[in-house]
Structure formats: structure tokens, C-alpha cells
């Protein structure tokens, strides 16, 4: 109500009435009343006085609370067959229907001729004239609203409003409806200038926001008055709308297409999105959003998603970040739209894999045999790091593509060219690469932060099948580390233990853990023997020993030895009665002081070098066979060593298999290292460790079964395969075979049996 005091006059022909007495009958009390409820509905910003309002509130009041009936009224609202008061609530509703009808009828008749912008214009003008007008009348006949009103309704006369909820109804099905009734004219006026804001003209968007709220303020919920109904919005303007813009950008993608890459598709769709959504916000209702974007998303990405699809390995290819990364964005708003990348991207890293290996091995003249395990690591890492870095940068990290890239890792880290059929191959070599990591005097832990290599170890640990191999490789290199002292810390040995405890469990590196208390044990040994021996005369040598657990090889030992083996071995039994001493000469390094020369030489050499030259204290030629014969090393072994120790000059081979102490061997340095790996014996090695694994595993597989039967009692074959399978597969990869096999040893042991009259179920034996 505008504050101003100043009485109005009506310009209209109309003589202003003179306030009613409480008793005056119903056509002098609403001559009284339409002439002040028109003033408000349409001269409102020329200002009503308090005095004014005021009679024209007590004059409403007056008439509704009369006993007396004034009423001449025909054919009413809510008259029923009732008098008095609510006989005169019902001739102020009725006469208010009628000014409404007749007020607005001039509404339509002006807005006949307009349309489009200057439509929307008058519509939002005389919307807000009529809604301000309307609030202050609804305040007039509050004694209306509170009594007869809310009296008519409870008694199921839903026909009947408050008074301003009246007037909305009155603008719907006398103005609204009309104007869209001709070519739905007022939704059309809308739609199109929101076409022109699509097309990059500038709208007035608070024009269209005014209009947009009146189709929200008349919807009405007959059961609940005062709850909002969105159905005139719905049906007049967001159904339409929603139509509307899917033609719209059917035909624009389809254009922009024909013209324009893939990727500039992605930008223009993305921004087409972003609008979208602004729009809802700008002047759309909150509730169009959900729908209108789904719209979008079909019309923008599922309908062109084949063609997303087909040009994503390009993106990889080409390394095209943002592209991806915008891609990821929009087929991550449909349902199953980021599955066919997911395996598309699996397959990419698969085969750049495999293509980093036979690229490396092409590279090799000798093949896989001879690969060097750096080069084979770093090789790997690579195609993670980069395709990680892929997944978190354009793929916001999502599981899918995790998944996706740990599968294919997965795949090429297990089964490629090198490996060939074998899946021992790759952690043999991952093994080998921790080893040289974990050396003294590692150039690459020098060049680069040591741990974070170790990490790196441990990335590709995550992906190798067989860990069991990867272990057992892992446990002979540490034991060599450890013999000949050639660690780089106890700190770092440490760290990687701790790595593989927590990727794979205690018991995973319990034996790696027991090496380093085999080693204490040791020194207190070695120290113990030599004080118990220190008054023997032959004690000069210098002896230390290293009691592990591992590998057997059989060797003649030489008599300038002997003597101090045999000691040691029964001061050992005295200690550790029962206990078997098996001597690992292949592991074993020495001393030797050469007597020949006019200089003195140390040679530092392995057992087999050892025994070989001492054979030469008795004599200055020797065969191949009488060496074998000698020493009991294997031809194929012995043959490497000889070739050493020509190649250092220690040995002179002039005729074919037969070998002379060369007289006139020089070196520069005077201690001479001889000990260099043999190719057979890395050959042996690696058998060793396979037969090793092969056997550990028969053993696994039967604990597996026991413990799983144990628990269940009774089981049907292939379950029980199934869960030996499931509980194995974090070590290596069961074979269904092995499993069958492991199954009939435990019935023959009796740890399980056939369950009477049937074939595939096993009972345990307690």
C-alpha cells in the first residue's frame, strides 16, 4: 500500500460514493466497495489513503458480520439454501467474480493485437499491476477469508478461494488461457527469445523471468491451496520448451558435425551444456533442470556417443589431454558411456605393453635370455606412469579406469615377448632389478632417491602373478647379498621387506626375515670356532661360516681344506645335535696366495676356481676329464670355469681340453678377483629356483584344501576347486590340474574321502 495520505479521484465518469452505514443494503455497500477495490486494481501508484482503506475494511467488515439479508443474488457462489451472515459472505464473493471477469476482459481485448516481445511486455506489466492489486483486496476481506471462505471450503466447496487465490484463478481462465489459446501465443513469444539468446543475441532475461514466475503463481493444487502446483508451468511452458530445444540442437549438432572435428564438437557441447544449466538458473524453474539436462544429454551426447567412441583412440594416441578429459566429462553423464573407453583404454595400454617389450627386445641382439632386467623394469614403468597419469589427469581417476589400466598391466607384465609362454619370466627379472637396486656401489641407487626405485619395484610387484617366484628369486638373491656382504644398508633391506609384508603378509617374508638372524647367528658361530680352535697349528687359515638354509651341490673337497671342514663340522654337532650340515660350495669364495711367481699374488676366487688351481700344487698339466675326475664339478660347469680362468691367463690352453699353469702370468694388480658369474650356474640357478617354487607349490595347494575342509566339513568338487583357486590367486596362479592332483594325494593320505554314493563330494578326515 503506497504511504502517501492523499485521497484520490477517479477520472472515470463514476461519482465517488459516500461511505455506507453498517446497515445499507448489498448494492449500496458494493457501489461503495467496487469503486475503491477498481482504484487498487488499476490507479494503485496514484496512492489510497489510511482513512480511505480503512472504510473501505470496515464497510467489507460490516456487511459480512450483518444478520440482516440483503440479498437479491440469482444464480451465486456457495449460496446454498442458507441466510443471514453467510448469505452475505456469498454476495461479496460473487460481486468480486464479476469484477474480476469485467476487469479483465479490457486486459484481453488490449492484448488482442500484440505479440511476441511487446506480448510479453504488456502480460508482465499488467501481471504485476493485477498480483500488487490483488494483495491489498485479499487484506480487505481477511474477515471474508478467515469466516465464510474458510467455512465454505472445509464444508467440501472447493469451488471456493481466498480472495487473492481468486483473482489468480480469474487471470487463468479469463486472461492467461485466452492469450495462449491463440497459437499458444505467450509460450511461442518465450520460446522464441530464448531461441535468439541461443543464437548469441542479447534478451532481456528479467522479461522472461516475470512471465516464467506467473505460469509458476497460477498453478493450483485443488486438494492443498496452499501448496505449489507446477502443472499450468509444466504444461503450458516446460513441455513445449523441452520440445523445442531438442529440435533445436538435433539440428545444430547435426550441422556443427558435418563441419567441424570431434573435438570441437566436444567444446561446442560442452558449452551448449554449461548454458543450459545457467539457464534454469536465470529463469528457467528449479524443477526444469533435471529434465532439460537430460534432454540435452541425449540429444548432445547419446545421439552422437558412436561417433565419441570412435575417435577416442585417436585421442590417446595423440596424447590430446583437454580433449579427453572433456570426452570423460560428457560420456560420464550418460548411462554406460565411459564403458566402451574403459575398454578401449584397456586394450591401448595392453598393446603399447607389449609393444615397449618387443621394441626392447629388438633392440637386444641375444633376445630375451639376455635381457637386461633395468631396461625390462623401466620399460614397464613407463607404460604405467604415463597411462596412470592418463587416468588420473583426463579420467578424474575413476574406478573403471583403474580397473582398466590394472588389467591391462596386469596382462602385459605377465604375457608378453620375452615371457613368452612362461609366466616366471617376469618376476625372475623384476627380482633381479631389486637385487641390483639393493647392491653396494648401485650406480642408479646413487643417481636416484633409492626408495622411491624400491616403490617403483613394488608397482609392478602388485601386477606379477607368480609372487611366489618373484619370492623365491627374491630369497636366493638376499642370501648371496647377504654372504658376500655386498648390501647397500641394512636400512634399505629393511624397507623392501617391509613393502612385501604389507603387499603380500607376514608369512610372505618371514624366510627373507629369518636370513638376517641367520647371519647374527653366524658371526657369534664363527667367533665361538675360532676361539675354541686358536692353539690347532693348521689354523692359519682364514675362516668364517655362514650356516643358512638353501641349495646342495656335490663337490670334492680339497685336502688343503679338509682338515678345517671336518673341525668345524663336529664343533657344529656338539652345538646342534641332529642337526644337518650341508655346505653350499657354489656360494662359497677364497683366498688363494700364489708360491710360483717371482710376485706375490692374492687371487680372490669362487670353491670351483679353487679347487681347479689347487690341483696344480701336484701338477703342470691336467685334462678335462682328470679336473672332472678331481673335483666332481660338472663338465658343463667346470668347462665355464676353465674358460675363466684362460681368459685371465691364470691357465694356458694350447691343445684341446688340456690345461697348463701358465709360468708367466702378470697382472698390475695384486689382488686378482677371478670370481666372475657362470652362465650355467645362472642357468642352474634359475632351474633350482623353479623346481623349488614347483614343489612349494604342491605343498600350498594341499594346506589350502585341508584348511578349506576343515572349515566346511563336507564339499562338492568344483566348489572346493573354485575357492582353492579364489584363496591362492594373491600368491600365483593355481593350475586346475595341480588342484586334481593335490586332491588325490590328500585321499590317499586320508586327510579327506569320498562321501559314500556319490562321485564329486569330499568329507574331512578328523
Not at 632 to 655: F, G, M, P
Not at 694 to 720: C, F, G, H, S, W
Request: aromatic letters at 10%.
Amino acid at each position: 500500500m503506497s504511504s502517501s495520505t492523499t485521497t484520490t479521484t477517479t477520472t472515470s465518469t463514476n461519482v465517488s460514493h459516500p461511505m455506507p452505514p453498517a446497515t445499507a443494503d448489498l448494492a449500496t455497500t458494493w457501489a461503495f466497495l467496487e469503486e475503491g477495490v477498481d482504484h487498487i486494481m488499476t490507479k494503485l501508484q496514484t496512492g489510497v489513503s489510511y482513512s480511505k482503506y480503512m472504510s473501505l475494511y470496515t464497510v467489507a467488515y460490516n456487511y459480512c458480520t450483518s444478520s440482516r439479508m440483503h440479498s437479491t443474488a440469482g444464480d451465486t457462489v456457495g449460496t446454498g439454501s442458507r441466510t443471514g451472515a453467510n448469505l452475505m459472505g456469498s454476495d461479496l464473493y460473487n460481486n468480486l467474480i464479476r469484477y474480476f471477469i469485467t476487469h479483465l476482459k479490457l486486459l484481453k481485448d488490449q492484448s488482442d493485437s500484440l505479440q511476441d516481445e511487446a506480448l510479453l511486455r504488456y502480460y508482465a506489466s499488467e501481471w504485476d499491476r493485477y498480483t500488487t492489486g490483488a494483495n491489498y483486496i485479499n487484506r480487505l476481506f481477511t474477515y471474508l477469508n478467515r469466516h465464510w471462505v474458510k467455512r465454505e471450503r472445509d464444508e467440501g466447496r472447493k469451488g471456493v478461494y481466498p480472495v487473492y487465490t481468486l483473482a489468480l484463478v480469474q487471470w487463468k481462465s479469463n486472461f492467461f488461457l485466452h492469450v495462449q489459446s491463440k497459437h499458444t501465443k505467450l509460450a511461442g513469444a518465450i520460446l522464441r527469445l530464448i531461441e535468439r539468446q541461443r543464437n548469441g543475441e542479447t534478451i532481456d532475461q528479467g522479461l522472461v523471468k516475470k512471465v516464467v514466475d506467473s505460469f509458476v503463481s497460477l498453478g493450483l493444487d485443488e486438494t492443498d491451496i496452499n501448496k505449489a502446483s507446477l502443472d499450468v508451468y509444466k504444461e503450458h511452458l516446460e513441455t513445449p520448451f523441452l520440445d523445442a530445444t531438442e529440435k533445436y540442437y538435433e539440428q545444430e549438432s547435426e550441422a556443427f558435425l558435418a563441419e567441424s572435428s570431434v573435438s570441437d564438437y566436444l567444446k561446442k557441447a560442452e558449452e551448449r551444456l554449461k548454458e543450459e544449466e545457467d539457464r534454469v538458473d536465470r529463469y528457467l524453474n528449479t524443477d526444469t533442470r533435471k529434465q532439460l539436462v537430460s534432454k540435452c544429454e541425449h540429444v548432445l551426447i547419446r545421439q552422437h556417443s558412436d561417433l565419441m567412441w570412435e575417435s577416442f583412440q585417436s585421442l590417446l594416441d595423440f596424447d590430446k589431454d583437454e580433449d579427453l578429459q572433456r570426452m570423460y566429462a560428457l560420456l560420464s553423464r550418460i548411462p554406460e558411456g565411459l564403458e566402451p573407453l574403459r575398454k578401449k583404454f584397456e586394450e591401448h595400454v595392453k598393446k603399447a605393453g607389449l609393444a615397449a617389450v618387443a621394441k626392447l627386445l629388438g633392440e637386444g641382439s641375444e633376445g630375451a635370455d639376455s635381457l637386461d632386467p633395468k631396461a625390462y623394469v623401466d620399460a614397464l614403468l613407463e607404460v604405467h606412469r604415463k597411462n596412470s597419469e592418463t587416468v588420473t589427469r583426463s579420467f578424474r581417476g575413476e574406478a573403471g579406469f583403474v580397473a582398466s589400466l590394472d588389467k591391462a598391466c596386469r596382462e602385459f607384465v605377465n604375457r608378453n615377448s620375452a615371457t613368452g609362454s612362461s609366466t616366471t619370466k617376469s618376476p625372475e627379472l623384476l627380482a633381479k632389478h631389486a637385487d641390483m637396486l639393493l647392491r653396494k656401489n648401485n650406480k642408479m641407487a646413487e643417481e636416484e632417491d633409492l626408495e622411491g626405485a624400491l616403490n617403483r619395484v613394488m608397482v609392478l610387484f602388485k601386477y606379477i602373478e607368480d609372487k611366489d617366484v618373484f619370492q623365491t628369486f627374491y630369497a636366493t638373491k638376499l642370501s648371496k647379498r647377504l654372504i658376500h656382504g655386498v648390501s647397500a644398508s641394512d636400512e634399505s633391506e629393511a624397507s623392501m621387506i617391509s613393502k612385501l609384508k604389507e603387499a603380500c603378509g607376514f608369512e610372505y617374508t618371514n624366510k627373507l626375515q629369518r636370513m638376517f638372524t641367520d647371519m647374527s647367528l653366524s658371526k657369534d658361530l664363527t667367533d665361538q670356532f675360532k676361539e675354541r680352535m686358536q692353539n690347532h697349528e693348521d689354523m692359519d687359515i682364514n675362516f668364517s661360516i655362514m650356516v643358512l638354509a638353501h641349495l646342495n651341490n656335490d663337490f670334492i673337497i680339497p685336502p688343503e681344506i679338509l682338515s678345517t671342514y671336518d673341525r668345524f663340522s663336529k664343533y657344529y654337532q656338539t652345538k646342534h645335535s641332529g642337526r644337518k650340515l650341508t655346505w653350499l660350495w657354489n656360494y662359497s669364495k677364497n683366498e688363494l696366495r700364489t708360491n710360483y711367481l717371482n710376485q706375490k699374488y692374492i687371487l680372490m676366487t669362487s670353491s670351483y676356481q679353487m679347487a681347479v688351481l689347487l690341483q696344480y700344487n701336484k701338477h703342470d698339466t691336467l685334462s678335462l676329464e682328470e679336473l672332472i675326475t678331481a673335483t666332481a664339478i660338472s663338465k658343463d660347469i667346470l668347462s665355464q670355469v676353465l674358460t675363466l680362468l684362460t681368459k685371465a691367463k691364470v691357465l694356458i690352453n694350447e691343445e684341446t681340453d688340456q690345461y697348463d699353469l701358465n709360468p708367466n702370468f702378470r697382472s698390475k694388480k695384486i689382488r686378482v678377483n677371478l670370481n666372475q658369474p657362470i652362465k650355467a650356474e645362472v642357468k642352474a640357478e634359475s632351474s633350482e629356483v623353479l623346481k623349488t617354487v614347483d614343489e612349494d607349490r604342491k605343498y600350498v595347494i594341499q594346506a589350502t584344501i585341508v584348511r578349506i575342509m576343515k572349515a566346511r566339513k563336507t564339499m562338492k568338487n568344483q566348489p572346493l576347486i573354485q575357492e582353492v583357486i579364489s584363496q591362492i590367486s594373491q600368491r600365483f596362479a593355481p593350475k586346475i590340474p595341480d588342484i586334481k592332483k593335490a586332491i588325490d594325494t590328500l585321499l590317499e593320505k586320508e586327510y579327506i574321502e569320498r562321501v559314500d554314493g556319490t562321485r564329486d563330494t569330499f568329507a574331512y578326515v578328523a
